[in-house]
């Protein structure tokens, strides 16, 4: 019996062994975080004292802080120059707009002062010289057109360069062959009102029979019952 005890004790069957440690693991994990806590400290410390031998705490944060002033200011400066250069560009651009519009009217102004000098020229060469007549038709235009149409022009002036305003009527009349016979018709309703304190244009179209031949347009200025001016021109057969 004793042979087979100690042999059970020997081998593998026989009964473990546990070594257990007197201390509690509350205790242990207490003693472990205390461990770790004292070495963050000495390294914190270690950390500290190193920087205040080199002096990063006194003259290089002083300058960090100085250039992280500046910098915020150069960054202001850049923000306050950029809405400058932003603000002067549109006004360049509403400048350049201004010029644009201001020489497209200079030209257009130009233009039309060209054209009243010419005209101004052009009625001055049909005042009369003398300016016995009061009234007078200074330019009696006619012409043919296919389908039976005569188209007309006429121009009217007073002598006077500072003469009252003149009211009354222009009549015009055609005449020539229709059918072989003699033919002549007026304007249809009648005369053209006239009205005018220089000068005054009318111009028109006239329906004509289809077998009408114009050989004469005559145009007249009545005012009230008086005859003022009288004028003919001859078409072409």
Known sequence: MRWKLIR????????????????????????????????????????????????????????????????ARLRDDRDKAQSILNTSGSLLTAERSAQERLASQVRQLEAENRQLRDNLGFFEKLMPAGGNEPVAIRGLQAEMLPGSQLRWQVLVMQAARNAPEFHGLLQLNVAGTLDGRPWSMDLPGGGRDLRFRQYGRLEGMVDLPNQAVVKNVSAKVVEGTATRAVQSIKLGA
Request: charge should be positive; aromatic fraction near 8%.
């Open 8 to 71: 059970r004790r020997l081998t593998i069957s026989a009964p473990q062994m546990k070594v257990r440690s007197s201390m509690s693991w509350p205790l242990r994990w207490i003693a472990m975080a205390m461990m770790l806590g004292f070495c963050g400290a000495i390294s914190l410390w270690t950390f500290e004292l190193g920087k205040n031998l080199a002096g990063v705490d006194n003259g290089d944060r002083q300058e960090l802080d100085q250039l992280r002033g500046e910098v």
